[in-house]
Structures are given as C-alpha cells and as structure tokens.
C-alpha cells in the first residue's frame, strides 16, 4: 500500500521560511518522479514543484520559483521542499505525490 505522509506545515509570518517533508513508503520511491502540489482554501489543485528519479531534475511553478526548493533522499524514502520568502499567497494544503497518489497534507499559513 502507498503511503505518504507529510509533515512540517505551520504557522508563519510573511517572510518566514518552512521545511516540508514526506516519508514514502509501500513502493519503489526511487523509481518514480515526485512532485509537490497546493490547494489554497476555495481554490483548485496547484501543481508546485517536480523532481527526477534522481533528484538532478527539478521543475517549478512560476508562484514559487527563486523562493521553493525541492529535493529527495532515496536512501531515506524522503522527499522535501524548503519554502523561504513565504507569501500570504502561498497559504494552503501542501501535498507531495506521485503520479497517481498523494498523502493527506500538511497546512502551511502564512499570516501576520
């Protein structure tokens, strides 16, 4: 069974910087490109960021580039994403994902 399971959301002022992680487990973690995705709340599905079986490709959303970096630890299963220069606008449910699956999500609200 896939699991993933996010965590290092919270509270933090504009400005502010957070690491999330995701602890993936029931697959092949290193066989499969991961990515990050964000609903704000009323909002759609965003995708944020992407990145290589092997970590040496990453792609990223206009709203984050400069500011988010992705990154993997296949020897650990773990899959990241260090958000500095938070905005209110970054405001949302973050998720990490494969392909075809997501975990459950950790918030991230940016407030003064």
């Known amino acids: 069974e896939v699991q993933l399971v996010e965590s290092g959301g919270g509270l933090v002022q504009p400005g502010g910087s957070l690491r999330l992680s995701c602890a993936a487990s029931?697959?092949?973690?290193?066989?499969?490109?991961m990515r990050w995705v964000r609903q704000a709340p009323g909002k759609g599905l965003e995708w944020v960021s992407s990145?290589?079986?092997?970590?040496?490709?990453?792609w990223y959303a206009d709203s984050v580039k400069g500011r988010f970096t992705i990154s993997r630890d296949n020897a650990r299963n773990t899959l990241y994403l260090q958000m500095n220069s938070l905005e209110p606008e970054d405001t949302a449910m973050y998720y990490c994902a494969t392909p075809s699956e997501r975990g459950q999500g950790t918030q991230v609200t940016i407030s003064s």
């Open positions: 990145i290589s079986l092997g970590g040496g490709v990453t």
């Open positions: 029931g697959f092949t973690f290193r066989n499969y490109e």
